[in-house]
Every structure is written in C-alpha cells, then in structure tokens.
C-alpha cells in the first residue's frame, strides 16, 4: 500500500502501527525517525524487526515516503510539525495517533497557518500501560475504534487512504469532527485517568503510613488499573484537552457531593438507585464493548476418552428466562434457586432491570426479584438489547406490546437476522403495534397498546414454545380470552410457572388460553438443570466406550425429553433415578453408561420436545451402526445458525457421510475423522463438535466457540473433568 512507510516516534504506539503494517503487508520499507535521546529505543526497534531502519535526520526519514505517522506524545507533535515543515511534500499522506484533536489542530494552525489538506487526523482508541517498542504488539489496532477527525478541507483521497490503512490493520474506523471527538475522549477516558491518578496519589500516602494497600484486592486493582498509565503522556493529554476536562471534573465534584449528602442522611434508596443505574449503564457499555471486540474462541480437541463420574449442568434456559419475567411481574418478593448465569438468561436479567426492576444477584444461582406487579414495569431509558437470546426477544415482544410505554428490541448478529414474523403477525392480530425490519428481523419497535389490545384465538403454524409463550403474555393484557393452539407439543414452562404464580391458565388438549383476569403472586422458585446441556454427556457417555456418568438434578418435564426417547431408540442406556417434583416441574437424575448405537428413523413426533438437541444427536448417529434420518425439523434452519447445513458441513470435513435435506439430514453412521470446523458462533454447534472428539480418530479443531457462553460458560471446565481432553484458546 506505501512503498516507504516512516513512522515518527516508535514507542508502543509506533512500534504497533509498525508491526501492524508490517504483517498486513500494508508496507515493505518502514522507516523509524527520533531524536538522539531516543538512538537506544530505535535500536531496539531495529533488532526487533519491528523498523527496517531509523534515521535521526528528519529529511531522510521523510524523502519520498508515502505516508509519514506521526505517533510522539500529543505535546511535542507541535515540534514534530516545525521540523516537517520545511520538507512537507504534496505528495506524502501525513497522519497521527495523537488521542486529543483541538490540541493537534491548533498546533499545526500555528505551524503552518491552516492545517495542511493532507494531513489527516486520528486516533485509534488503543494501547497499553506500558511504553516502549518493546511493549508494540502486531494486533494491537484489531478490532479497537479508530476514529479519523476529518477537517472540511481534508484531501478525500488523502482521507480514504488513511481510512484503508486502518481498516486493513483490522480497526473499526468512524468518522467525527475535532470538538465531538475531544469531548467524548474527555469523559470516557481522561477523566477516568485523572480519578484513578488522584485516588492512588491519595492512598498511596495513606499506605505509607498505614500500608493500606496489603489489604486492597481485585476492585482496587480494576479500578486502578490505569493509574499505571505513562505520567509524563497524560499528564501532556489532560493539559492538551483541559478545555473538556475541566468541565467534567466540575460535574464530578457535584456528583460526589451529591453522595456524601445521601450518605448523610442514611438516604439507602437514593444511594440503591444511582448505583443501580451505574449498574445498568455499565452493562450497557459492556454489550456494546463486547459485541465491538468480540472475542475469537478456539475449542482444541484431542480424540478419544471416555466421560465418568458425577456432575450437575448449570439451570435451565428456558426456565431461568421465565423465573425473571414472572417474578417481575408478580406481586411480592420471588426468591430464585439454580438461575442459569449464562448470556441468555442474563440479557432478560439486565432488559428487566432496565424496566426498573430491583433484582439481586446473581450469587450462586441465586436471586431475589422485587416484583413490580403486572403494571409495574417502568420504560426503559434506552434499547433493550438481548445479545443473542431468541427466547427474550420473542417473549418479551408478547409481553412489551401491551405495555403504556414504548420499547425497542436489538440483538447480536445472529438474533438480528432471525425470523421475528412469527410473533409480530400474530401479534398484530391481537391489535399489537410492532415495526420490524423489511425482512421481519430485529430490531423491533413496539408502541406500547395498554388497553388497547385484544384475545385472538391462534392456531401456530409451526411447533414454537417461543410463539406460544409471547402471545400468553400478550394475552395477560389482552381484552376478552387468548387461545393458542399447537400443532405438536412444545415445552410447557410458561403455563407451569404462570400456574406456580397462580395466574389462571386453561388447557384443552392442544389449545391454551388465558386473560387479563389474574394477578401474579410472587412464589419460590427452584430452577432444575437444562436438560438441554446435559444431553452433550448423554451423547458423550453413550458413544464414548467405557463412560460411566450420572448427572443430577436435571428437569425431565415430559415436552423436553425427546433427546432421551431418541437416545433410548438408538440403544442407549440411560436410566431415570429418583424421580421427583421440584416447584412444579419433574426432575431426575440420569445416569449413562456406553452403549453401541443403531441409526434409526427418528419418529417427527419427537423432533418438538428435542428441537435444540439436534446438533448433537447429529454426532450420535455419527456414531451409530447404520442409516440415521431425521425429516420434519426444518424449523433447525432458523435456530441461532441453520443448523442443518452447518453440522452436514461440519460433519463432511470430519469425514462423516452426511447429507443435508429441506427439513432434516441422512447421516451413515462410521468413522469421525479429525480437521477444523466452526460453529457459526452458535453455542450448541460447538459443543456438539467437542463432544464428536471422544470418537474421532485425530484432532477436532472448532473455530467462533464464545458463544458456549450463552448456555453453558461451564461446558469446557466440566466436559475436561469428566474426561474428555478439551482446550481452550483466546485471542
Ligand atoms: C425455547 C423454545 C424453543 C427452543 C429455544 C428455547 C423457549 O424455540 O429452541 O432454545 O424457551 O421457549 P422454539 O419455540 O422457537 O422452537
């Protein structure tokens, strides 16, 4: 991209924009510029490959570059600019990495009278406490913002240049003016500086005398973490942006001030409700930090093994989903037992706390909800975002549109290219008003209708425990009765726990039905394990010779246990112990031991109460003597990946004949061949995958593994300690 490349000031940040070109192939001839007091540092360099070569002559360094990066500290880039004034060439791209703008527009205004059309600003939003090219990572820019501060004289193709050259390092580039970008920087990253500057400047005298720091742990840790940032960088970045910081620094005094004054007065309730909403905005943050910087998770898996011994899988999805929406709706306190704390069950958690609900913990799976009553919910500040949760967005679809206030509902990637028609059609009906995309996907904006909606009689198209649920809760605000008529069973938690709740639901036969008449009052819950996660080690202990495991406490309510009759089918021998009722819903404990397996035809009947074991019952028939086929479960298509193409083609690199269809998949049963597959980012995939490694002959690579978060952040710790040989990697 730039045949000769110069980079001035080759510390972390140079150093990185170096390195970063470098493995980018962006430039073949990188060229370090400093002073004499930095010879060592640019030796360093050197020796490092992270340069070609230095020069401490400024027009040497810059003789016929195509792209000059200024990358000192903000303060000096004023010299830096003096000294490139009198070689500035038309014909150089000039740019920087400076992380405060005004500061570096006025320099160059008193430089050169008005900023020169190529030179173009930015500043990535990256680096590190440490300084020095021996800290300059290559990856330093990937996934990290940049922003470009364009001026309306900036060159464009100067603009698009640099803009290229970022995005091909791997950033996500955004464009905003010098006084937008100054004041944001301000308040999302000086100011926090100078509060973590300030605190460790007072307790480090206090620990002098005291030695108050033996006693502080990860929170003083965390919040200080960047007090260890450069002293003489940002002591040049607070002065150069002063103008934003000190403003700031005004409404923090107040805001303390405010604190101290609550703290007086024992005012609980007004201290519980800034910290609650620092608490959300928080999480708010996180979302949108992690969804922009997703980690990339690599299951590594070596074949063979066997699973034995004893385990309890985290709570169930499904349930933990409703025990959130329910006790908030309730009257009274719900007490929570077994919640699930996992993405999904966590995303309905923050969505009803932004709805104002006080909910604690979770501690140990354990939570108190402070239920609001059924006309209790408050609107949400912002867009309720459910990461890549199906259950929350469709459910809370139902139960927001009868709501007095508006909401909208965003998802991850995934969520947000997922059928949404088939809760806004029926929804509609109901005299619901829901704007979807064109392609009826997410984000959905819902005009609250309090009192406005109406009880349809609905038959379901499709066998969907999430469409049933949404208009149940819709029909709680509905006027006249809400029936919904299921074409096969699904899973029955919503009427269960409406039961437990004592809100009067109706069933006849296949048709459910409920009214506004009711009120939700509060009740205990005790959240069994998700049939869902254990049915990875009841695969893995039926294919796996000499497995042995007992898993326990998990919910064996009869519209879910479709993974064990088609198990039991294949051969396998898993038995049903101590079975019992717990709040509701039947629990048991399983225990499996290996047993070969025989392809069969899985009956459509079944394809409902297993629909999100698939993935791997897939593995099973991998596994198994014979044909296995499955047919009437094209609604696999549409679950967080279409997982009937994404297995067949997962299933084909690891050597397995599998053949996809419209609505199922042809698998022969054989050998499993190792090779590198991925999961589409979808939870089950990969797990399915690692479990396919206890009969593989050779390693089983699974690329885009995050998302195990979502269900189970468990499933690699537990999987290992039963004993299949599984790791995990992070970049
Ligand atoms: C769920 C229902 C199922 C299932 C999903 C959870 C629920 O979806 O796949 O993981 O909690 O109601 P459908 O009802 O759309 O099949």
């Known amino acids: 991209?730039?045949?000769?490349?110069?980079?001035?000031?080759?510390?972390?940040?140079?150093?990185?924009?170096?390195?970063?070109?470098?493995?980018?192939?962006?430039?073949?001839?990188?060229?370090?510029?400093?002073?004499?007091?930095?010879?060592?540092?640019?030796?360093?360099?050197?020796?490092?490959?992270?340069?070609?070569?230095?020069?401490?002559?400024?027009?040497?360094?810059?003789?016929?570059?195509?792209?000059?990066?200024?990358?000192?500290?903000?303060?000096?880039?004023?010299?830096?600019?003096?000294?490139?004034?009198?070689?500035?060439?038309?014909?150089?791209?000039?740019?920087?990495?400076?992380?405060?703008?005004?500061?570096?527009?006025?320099?160059?205004?008193?430089?050169?009278?008005?900023?020169?059309?190529?030179?173009?600003?930015?500043?990535?939003?990256?680096?590190?406490?440490?300084?020095?090219?021996?800290?300059?990572?290559?990856?330093?820019?990937?996934?990290?913002?940049?922003?470009?501060?364009?001026?309306?004289?900036?060159?464009?193709?100067?603009?698009?240049?640099?803009?290229?050259?970022?995005?091909?390092?791997?950033?996500?580039?955004?464009?905003?003016?010098?006084?937008?970008?100054?004041?944001?920087?301000?308040?999302?990253?000086?100011?926090?500086?100078?509060?973590?500057?300030?605190?460790?400047?007072?307790?480090?005298?206090?620990?002098?005398?005291?030695?108050?720091?033996?006693?502080?742990?990860?929170?003083?840790?965390?919040?200080?973490?960047?007090?260890?940032?450069?002293?003489?960088?940002?002591?040049?970045?607070?002065?150069?942006?002063?103008?934003?910081?000190?403003?700031?620094?005004?409404?923090?005094?107040?805001?303390?001030?405010?604190?101290?004054?609550?703290?007086?007065?024992?005012?609980?309730?007004?201290?519980?409700?800034?910290?609650?909403?620092?608490?959300?905005?928080?999480?708010?943050?996180?979302?949108?930090?992690?969804?922009?910087?997703?980690?990339?998770?690599?299951?590594?898996?070596?074949?063979?093994?066997?699973?034995?011994?004893?385990?309890?899988?985290?709570?169930?999805?499904?349930?933990?989903?409703?025990?959130?929406?329910?006790?908030?709706?309730?009257?009274?306190?719900?007490?929570?037992?077994?919640?699930?704390?996992?993405?999904?069950?966590?995303?309905?958690?923050?969505?009803?706390?932004?709805?104002?609900?006080?909910?604690?913990?979770?501690?140990?799976?354990?939570?108190?909800?402070?239920?609001?009553?059924?006309?209790?919910?408050?609107?949400?500040?912002?867009?309720?975002?459910?990461?890549?949760?199906?259950?929350?967005?469709r459910l809370l679809s139902g139960l927001l549109a009868g709501q007095s206030f508006n909401s909208v509902l965003t998802g991850d990637k995934s969520l947000s290219g997922r059928p949404m028609k088939r809760v806004t059609e029926p929804l509609a009906l109901m005299g619901a008003d829901i704007k979807a995309t064109e392609n009826g996907t997410a984000p959905l904006y819902i005009t609250g209708k309090a009192g406005q909606l109406h009880g349809i009689d609905y038959v379901m198209p499709m066998a969907s425990a999430q469409v049933k649920s949404c208009l149940l809760l819709a029909g709680m605000y509905a006027a006249g009765e809400t029936s919904v008529t299921e074409p096969a069973p699904t899973r029955d938690h919503t009427e269960r726990m409406l039961s437990g709740f004592s809100y009067p639901v109706k069933q006849q036969g296949s048709k459910v039905s409920i009214t506004a008449e009711g009120k939700l009052t509060a009740a205990d819950i005790d959240v069994p394990s998700d049939i869902s996660s254990a049915a990875f080690f009841l695969v893995g202990a039926s294919i796996a010779p000499g497995s042995d495991l007992l898993l326990k406490h998990v919910g064996i309510n009869p519209t879910r246990t479709g993974v064990i009759d088609i198990l039991r089918l294949m051969g396998a021998n898993i038995e049903v112990l101590n079975e019992r009722i717990v709040g509701g819903e039947p629990v048991a404990d399983l225990h499996v031991v290996y047993s070969p397996l025989t392809g069969i035809d899985i009956p459509e009947a079944l394809v409902p109460l297993a629909i999100d074991e698939f993935p791997v019952l897939f593995v099973a028939a991998a596994c198994a003597k014979g044909q296995t086929r499955l047919s009437g479960a094209e609604e696999l298509r549409v679950k967080e990946s279409d997982r009937i193409q994404v297995m067949a083609d997962g299933l084909q690199i690891l050597g397995v004949d599998a053949q996809p269809t419209h609505d199922g998949m042809v698998i022969q049963g054989g050998a499993i061949g190792g090779g590198t597959v991925t999961s589409h980012g979808d939870h089950r995939i990969a797990m399915a995958f690692s479990i396919a490694g206890l009969r593989a002959n050779a390693d089983i690579t699974i690329l885009d593994c995050a998302n195990v978060n979502t269900s189970f952040p468990e499933f690699k710790d537990l999987v290992h300690r039963l004993g299949l040989a599984l790791v995990c990697e992070e970049s």
């Open 1 to 393: 991209m730039f045949d000769k490349l110069c980079v001035i000031g080759v510390g972390l940040m140079g150093g990185s924009v170096a390195r970063a070109a470098r493995i980018n192939a962006l430039s073949n001839n990188i060229l370090g510029y400093g002073r004499l007091e930095d010879l060592e540092n640019l030796e360093a360099a050197k020796r490092l490959g992270v340069i070609d070569n230095y020069t401490l002559h400024i027009e040497e360094a810059v003789k016929d570059a195509d792209c000059v990066v200024i990358a000192t500290p903000v303060e000096s880039i004023e010299s830096i600019l003096a000294l490139l004034q009198p070689v500035w060439s038309d014909r150089t791209i000039y740019t920087d990495v400076g992380s405060t703008k005004g500061s570096v527009v006025a320099a160059a205004q008193r430089v050169f009278g008005v900023v020169p059309s190529n030179f173009v600003l930015a500043h990535p939003i990256a680096g590190g406490e440490q300084s020095g090219v021996e800290a300059a990572v290559d990856d330093l820019f990937v996934n990290k913002r940049l922003i470009i501060s364009p001026l309306n004289h900036t060159c464009q193709d100067a603009l698009q240049q640099i803009r290229s050259f970022w995005e091909r390092c791997g950033s996500e580039v955004s464009l905003m003016d010098v006084e937008k970008h100054d004041a944001i920087l301000a308040a999302t990253s000086h100011l926090p500086h100078v509060l973590a500057f300030a605190l460790v400047e007072m307790l480090g005298h206090q620990d002098e005398q005291n030695e108050i720091f033996n006693y502080a742990a990860g929170g003083f840790r965390d919040f200080t973490r960047i007090a260890s940032s450069d002293p003489t960088m940002w002591r040049d970045i607070c002065l150069a942006n002063k103008n934003e910081i000190i403003p700031l620094l005004q409404q923090t005094r107040a805001q303390l001030e405010k604190i101290q004054s609550l703290l007086e007065h024992d005012d609980g309730q007004q201290l519980f409700e800034i910290f609650a909403y620092a608490n959300t905005a928080r999480q708010r943050f996180l979302n949108q930090f992690e969804g922009n910087m997703t980690k990339t998770i690599t299951f590594k898996v070596q074949p063979g093994g066997m699973l034995q011994g004893e385990a309890r899988v985290p709570g169930d999805k499904s349930m933990s989903h409703r025990s959130i929406m329910l006790g908030s709706l309730a009257d009274g306190v719900t007490h929570v037992k077994g919640f699930l704390e996992a993405e999904d069950a966590l995303a309905t958690l923050q969505a009803f706390r932004d709805m104002g609900v006080e909910i604690e913990g979770p501690v140990d799976g354990c939570l108190t909800i402070h239920g609001v009553g059924k006309h209790g919910l408050k609107a949400p500040k912002n867009d309720l975002y459910l990461g890549n949760s199906g259950t929350s967005m």
